[in-house]
C-alpha cells in the first residue's frame, strides 16, 4: 500500500504449483491489508511479468514475477493496489480507451561521508542539467541502463539532472499496468546496481535543502480501444487536443488537491512544490510552461501518436498503481461530466502572488501532506477509485505519519530558537 517492495522467495521447482495453485501467506503483518482474524490470503503470479533478476556477477541466477492478491473464497483482495489499478484499467476499456504512461524517473546518488556517515552526492559531482561528466555517477547510471534493457524495462533515454548527484531515466510508453509494475522492478533495480557501488539510490522527493527535487513527470495517452488511434489528438485544434483531451485535463484539475495525497504522498512530498525548481505549485495547465501542474508538449502535424497530456506532480515515491489509478479516475470523470477546460497560464506562476492567483482563478497544491489527506477524504472520484478497505487504510497509515512528523523537534528549530529564546 505505501508502494515499497514486499516479496517472498520459493525454489524454481515450486513455480508451477504456486501458478496453479497460487501461494498462500498471512496478510495480517502487511500494512494495509488483513486483520489477524482474516489474514489467510494467496499470491497468484501474473506470468505476464515474469523476468530474470541476475543482478551482478557471482550471484546465482533468479527470476522474479509479481502477483495479485486474492482471498480463501478466490476474489480479488481489496487492499491489493495493482487490484485497484486494473478496476481502473477496466472502467477505461468501458468507456472505449486504454490508457498509456510514460514516466521521467529522477533519483539521487548518494554515498556515505566518511568523517560521519552521513549520505551526501557523490564526491566531484559538479554536473548540471544534461552534462557529461566522467566520473562514477555517471558509470553507475550507464550500468543501471544496461541492467534495465536485460530485464525488458525499455528506456528512451537518461541524463544528469539539475542538482549535484542527481540522474534521470525515461521510461517508453507503455500499458498502465505494465509501466507500474516496470516501475516496481526499477526501483529495486536502481537501489541494487547502487549497493555494489557502494552507494545509495534515493527516490525521497526532496533530500537536500535548496537544492532541486525528485519528480516523476508522467505523460499520458488515451487510445482508442482496440486501435491505434490517439484520442487526445485534433489536427484542427490550437493546441492539438480533442475534446476528450480537454475534458481529461479538466478532470485532473478538478481533482488535482486530492490527487496529491496519491501521487505525493510523503511528508517530504511538499517541500518540492517550492518556487524556482520547475516543480509546479498552482493548479493550471499550459503549453511551455513548466511551473504549470499539467503541461501539453508542443507536436507536428504529422506527430500525432506522440501526443500526451503531461501531469507534472508525481514524485517517485508514489506506490506507482495508486497514481495511475487516481489520475485516470480523475481524468475519465472529466469526460464523464464533459468539463469545461480554464485557458492555459504561460506566465511564471512562481511570481504569482495570492491575489494574482485569485484573479487568474487559480487553485494551489496542498502545502503539506495534511492538507492532501484532507482533500482525499471528501473527493468522491478518488475514494471510489480506492474502494473504502484501501482509502481507510491509506489515510490511517498516511495520518500517522503526518502526526509523528508534526510533533519532532528538527534541528532547524533548535538552531533557530534554543538560545535566542
Known amino acids: 500500500m505505501l508502494g515499497t517492495v514486499k516479496s517472498i522467495s520459493i ?11 497460487g501461494e498462500w501467506f498471512d496478510g495480517s503483518s502487511v500494512e494495509g491489508f488483513a486483520r489477524v482474524f482474516e489474514s489467510d490470503m494467496y499470491l497468484k503470479p501474473d506470468l505476464n511479468t515474469l523476468t530474470v533478476t541476475e543482478l551482478g556477477a557471482g550471484t546465482a541466477p533468479s527470476a522474479q514475477v509479481i502477483c495479485d492478491i486474492f482471498t480463501p473464497e478466490n476474489e480479488r483482495f481489496p487492499g491489493d493496489p495493482r487490484g485497484v489499478l486494473i478496476r481502473a484499467l477496466a472502467e ?3 468507456l472505449g480507451y486504454t490508457y498509456t504512461v510514460g514516466c521521467e524517473l529522477e533519483f539521487f546518488l548518494l554515498r556515505p561521508d566518511p568523517a560521519d556517515g552521513r549520505l551526501r552526492p557523490v564526491s566531484r559531482d559538479s554536473a548540471g542539467y544534461f552534462d557529461r561528466p566522467l566520473d562514477l555517477g555517471n558509470e553507475v547510471r550507464q550500468e543501471m541502463v544496461t541492467q534495465l534493457d536485460a530485464m525488458g524495462i525499455p528506456v528512451e533515454s537518461s541524463h544528469h539532472e539539475v542538482a549535484a548527484g542527481q540522474y534521470e531515466i525515461d521510461l517508453a510508453g507503455q500499458d498502465a499496468l505494465k509501466a507500474a509494475d516496470q516501475l516496481v522492478t526499477l526501483k529495486y533495480t536502481l537501489k541494487a546496481v547502487a549497493q555494489r557501488h557502494g552507494l545509495h539510490a534515493t527516490f525521497m522527493p526532496k533530500p537536500i535543502y535548496g537544492q532541486a527535487g525528485s519528480g516523476m513527470h508522467t505523460h499520458q495517452t488515451l487510445n482508442e480501444h482496440g486501435g491505434e488511434s490517439n484520442a487526445f489528438y485534433d489536427r484542427n485544434d490550437e493546441y492539438h487536443l480533442s475534446a476528450s483531451a480537454r475534458q481529461f485535463i479538466a478532470g485532473q484539475l478538478m481533482h488535482a488537491r486530492a490527487l496529491c495525497a496519491l501521487v505525493a504522498p510523503l511528508v517530504n512530498s511538499y517541500k518540492r512544490f517550492v518556487p524556482g525548481f520547475e516543480a509546479p505549485m498552482a493548479i493550471s495547465w499550459a503549453q511551455m510552461n513548466r511551473s504549470a501542474l499539467i503541461r501539453v508538449p508542443r507536436v507536428s502535424n504529422t506527430d500525432r501518436s506522440t501526443l500526451g497530456v503531461e501531469f507534472r506532480a508525481p514524485d517517485p515515491s508514489c506506490n506507482p498503481y495508486l497514481a495511475f489509478a487516481g489520475m485516470l479516475h480523475a481524468g475519465l470523470s472529466g469526460i464523464k461530466q464533459k468539463l469545461p477546460l480554464p485557458p492555459p497560464v504561460e506566465e511564471n506562476l512562481y511570481a504569482f502572488d495570492p491575489e494574482r492567483l485569485s484573479r487568474h482563478q487559480l487553485g494551489r497544491l496542498p502545502a503539506s501532506l495534511a492538507e492532501a489527506l484532507s482533500e482525499l477524504r471528501r473527493d ?8 473504502p478497505h484501501l482509502l481507510e487504510r491509506f489515510i ?26
Open 11 to 21: 525454489p524454481s521447482h515450486r513455480l508451477a504449483d504456486a501458478v496453479r495453485q
Open 92 to 94: 477505461a476499456a468501458e
Open 380 to 387: 468522491d472520484v478518488l475514494r471510489d477509485a480506492l474502494g
Open 396 to 421: 490511517e497509515a498516511k495520518e500517522m505519519e503526518w502526526q509523528a512528523y508534526e510533533t519532532q523537534v528538527t534541528g532547524w528549530e533548535l538552531d533557530t530558537y534554543l538560545q535566542v529564546y
